[in-house]
């Protein structure tokens, strides 16, 4: 494990019309801001035929190769992610997402891109003094959070 300390900064609310995609959108609002880091929660309506990746195809294969599954119908969501740079500086969100209708739910990572459906809100809580950044990892082939500001309990 490692981490970085920072503390918080500015506390954003933002409402999300119909047909707006995240994580673009709070992304975008991100780099306008000029949020480096945070927090983000969402809450609301995501419109049929938005993308999940609902798990790796197989657990142990590298590099991952994703599930995506597509929704049928306007869904309610939970979600909480979190905001750090890419190796560019761009914002780039990291967001899972509890996605329910009828009854039943899906779980999953919505980087793939939803589309809200009629609303949804999203409060993002900068986070400021963090070293962090999202780079490119060969072997999984993820975009992997790494953290350079602190030294984890294995390494004290």
């Not at 809580?125 to 070293?131: K, S």
Request: include cysteine; charged fraction near 20%; charge should be negative.
């Amino acid at each position: 494990m490692t981490y970085s300390e920072g503390s918080l900064g500015r506390v954003f609310v933002l409402r999300l019309e119909h047909g707006d995609c995240m994580p673009r959108t709070l992304e975008e609002f991100a780099k306008e801001k000029q949020v480096a880091s945070g927090i983000a929660i969402m809450v609301g309506g995501i419109d049929d035929g938005s993308g999940v990746v609902v798990g790796p195809r197989d657990g142990n294969a590298l590099p991952v190769d994703p599930v995506l599954q597509h929704l049928v119908g306007a869904h309610e969501v939970a979600a909480v992610g979190v905001l750090v740079p890419d190796e560019t500086g761009a914002p780039m969100v990291h967001m899972h997402a509890a996605l329910g209708r009828a009854g039943h739910t899906v779980t999953g990572c919505i980087r793939p891109g939803v589309r809200t459906w009629r609303t949804a809100e999203v409060v993002l809580i900068e986070m400021v003094g963090i070293d962090a950044a999202r780079l490119p990892d060969a072997e999984t082939g993820f975009k992997m959070l790494q953290c350079f500001g602190g030294r984890g309990a294995d390494e004290a």
